[in-house]
């Protein structure tokens, strides 16, 4: 999914959502259906993650440990790098904080010296990079509203999806007011996961952690205070 995410041009994935979403709109589609791009690739793996199949992988990877545990890890890089790739396509976001907001902390609970070098590594990547552009697009869109009428979910969805469909042509339902508050939730769940995990720092470098700490204060405790 990475290899081919990052050989499409960046400008043309930025482009599919607006392209795609207003095709669909015309066709009486919802999303992207008319057609499949890179960011659906995300979106439907993470389905599947995400399924109530899948659900129990991360807690028994940590249980197995080994290779098992190694991967999850992985999983959880990878989607914080794409996540700076497919910054452009919130539903594919979305679907990224629900993942790492439950398997973030199984998958860098112990405090060991190697783990601890993969999970800073992944804070810094999160605080210095365009991956945390999401979070801050999130509490922005969120920051002046309580998230309890439809009008104010609807203007929080806007900011953060945009016109994906013609005037008079956007379906804004039960579900899509539920989506809006599940995602500040799994976007507040992965700050406080990350706040947690702060505390492991065996056998890294002071200044090190100290620089990636001051980085997350800087770009996301602004954000969370106007929230």
Aim: aromatic content about 8%; charged content about 20%; glycine content about 6%.
């Amino acid at each position: 999914l990475q290899a081919t995410i990052r050989a499409a041009p960046c400008g043309r994935i930025s482009a599919d959502r607006g392209c795609v979403g207003v095709t669909s709109g015309l066709y009486g589609l919802r999303d992207s259906d008319a057609f499949f791009v890179e960011a659906d690739m995300c979106r439907a793996l993470l389905a599947v993650l995400l399924s109530p199949e899948c659900r129990a992988w991360p807690r028994a990877a940590v249980s197995a440990g080994g290779e098992a545990e190694t991967s999850l890890r992985r999983t959880c890089f990878s989607f914080v790098e794409l996540s700076g790739d497919l910054r452009a396509h919130p539903s594919a976001m979305m679907k990224i904080f629900a993942f790492l907001s439950s398997a973030l902390p199984l998958a860098y609970i112990a405090d060991e010296g190697e783990i601890n070098r993969e999970l800073w590594t992944w804070l810094h990547l999160m605080a210095t990079s365009s991956s945390g552009q999401f979070i801050e697009d999130v509490l922005g869109a969120c920051a002046s509203s309580r998230l309890r009428e439809p009008d104010e979910l609807r203007a929080a969805h806007r900011a953060l999806h945009g016109d994906r469909f013609p005037q008079g042509r956007t379906v804004f339902d039960r579900a899509a007011c539920a989506e809006v508050r599940l995602l500040i939730s799994h976007v507040l769940l992965v700050l406080f996961h990350v706040l947690e995990l702060f505390r492991h720092q065996l056998g890294l470098p002071p200044r090190f952690v100290l620089t990636t700490v001051d980085a997350f204060r800087s770009r996301f405790l602004p954000a969370l205070r106007r929230t």
